[in-house]
């Protein structure tokens, strides 16, 4: 009979990308995709823990798997990912959810498939963290699922060491993936017709630094950019301590990178960015987006931003919301600070109310709202380039480069996906209206 599996993943983009190897390795192994939970004979969670809301909700998501177990014995239930390496969690699995089957980390997603038939023949628990990071793997399967996109890591870990951060810890150090590597896996995706490929790190802008030869980020996106094809270069995440003026050279004038650029300042207060360990000024920072601005055409400039960090003043939160009315951020990602066991941070006197870090969320995320709803009025008449990805009864939906949805009216037979340039026309019930350009 046909075995199932259920893929639950928590977390950022990397995390979306690991649970493609996870399905690649179910895959090799027939097991068949179902996005019914209680038809599955394999259900993975690849958890995230980087605040304390996101690792509630793997406990009470896992915790409702008991009831799973008990009307099928066979279920196996794995555990995986951020939280899962984070110290003492393995532990907790095991007295806690005892009907977990498999636990393992971050350093051995690779291993799951010898996991997986180790249990099915020893019946026998498996609770596998490697503390360390170990050279990459490159010969991984993965069952790709994100449509026109594809995921590309170019480094793993992070070793910056931001003092509110669970990352470094759960992630190890940086490690750099072989530029030969990344180009042949890009080359082989822009084969198989993949539009975006997104290029993923913690801190992209320090790719190749482990390599000490001169290879760097600048040069990754010059290559990746002059391959053939019809395909666009987009990546996550920029430092600001490690963006450079190459960088955003190379932005600017390669017509295959993405203009998306997401650019985390985490607070507008020079005080907190100190007592974060970010390593970089409101005024570096500034400089920063002002370059962007004046080279890259069409930019679009999103950011992270942490409310509520420990000495936090009313003051400090009023430059931060100084600064992303001042930037006019297409994106902004609001956090409120949640305390992580073992960060530096986590033992800072003068914790924020959480009162008032909701008070601050509320009031950046409004301003937010009320910028975008500004840009995208200002969209209106502009030429742009999108991707046609869908047919609809009437014409067509594409997404901008931003990622923005666009609504296209039109008659016109296309093959799809392809990039086009089109016209924003207007806004209907907040979706932009847009015709086809010659
Ligand atoms: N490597 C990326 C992303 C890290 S996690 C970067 O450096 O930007 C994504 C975001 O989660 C961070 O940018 C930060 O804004 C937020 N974050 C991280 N730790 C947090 C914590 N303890 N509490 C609240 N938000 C946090
Ligand atoms: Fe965390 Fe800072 Fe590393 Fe980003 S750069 S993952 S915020 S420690
Ligand atoms: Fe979460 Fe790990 Fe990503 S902690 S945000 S899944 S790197």
Known sequence: MQKHYYIKTYGCQMNVHESEKLAGMLKSLNYEETNDMANADVIVFNTCCIRDAAEQKV????????????????????????????????????????????VFGTHNLHKFKEYLIEFQNKHQKIYNIWENEKEINEDVEMYRTSNNNAWVNIMYGCNNFCTYCIVPYVRGRERSRLLDD????????????????????????????????????????????????????????????????EVINVIANEKKLSKVIHLPVQSGSNKILKLMNRNYTVEHYKNLIKLIKSKVPNYFI????????????????????????????????????????????????????????????????????????????????????????????????????????????????????????????GINKNKLIATLCN
């Open 302 to 425: 999103s950011t992270d931003i942490i409310v509520g960090f420990p000495h936090e003043t009313e003051e400090d939160f009023m430059q931060t919301y100084k600064l992303v009315e001042d930037v006019n951020y297409g994106g902004v990602f609001a956090f409120m600070y949640s305390p992580r066991t073992g960060t530096v941070a986590e033992k800072m006197d003068e914790q924020v109310p959480q009162e008032i870090k909701n008070e601050r969320v509320n009031k950046l995320l409004a301003l937010s709202k009320k910028i975008i709803k500004e840009q995208n009025q200002q969209l209106v008449g502009k030429r742009m380039e999108a991707l046609i990805e869908e047919k609809t009864e009437d014409g067509y939906l594409a997404t901008l480069d931003c990622g923005k949805n666009v609504i296209i009216t039109t008659t016109e037979k296309i093959n799809l996906p392809t990039f086009k340039d089109v016209k924003i026309t």
């Open 59 to 102: 406990l009470g998501n896992i915790g409702a798997t008991k009831k799973l177990k008990k009307l099928n014995p066979n279920l196996i239930i794995a555990v995986c990912g951020c939280m899962a390496q984070e110290k003492g969690r393995a532990e907790l699995f095991k007295e806690k959810y005892p009907y977990v089957s498999i």
């Open 182 to 245: 990344i180009v042949s896996e890009v080359k082989q995706l822009i084969n198989d017709g993949y539009k975006y490929i997104t290029l993923l790190g913690q801190n992209v802008n320090s790719y190749g630094n482990d390599f000490k030869d001169g290879t760097n980020f600048a040069k990754l996106l010059t290559t990746l950019a002059h391959l053939d094809g019809d395909f666009r270069i987009k990546f996550m995440t920029s430092h600001p301590k490690d963006l450079t003026e």
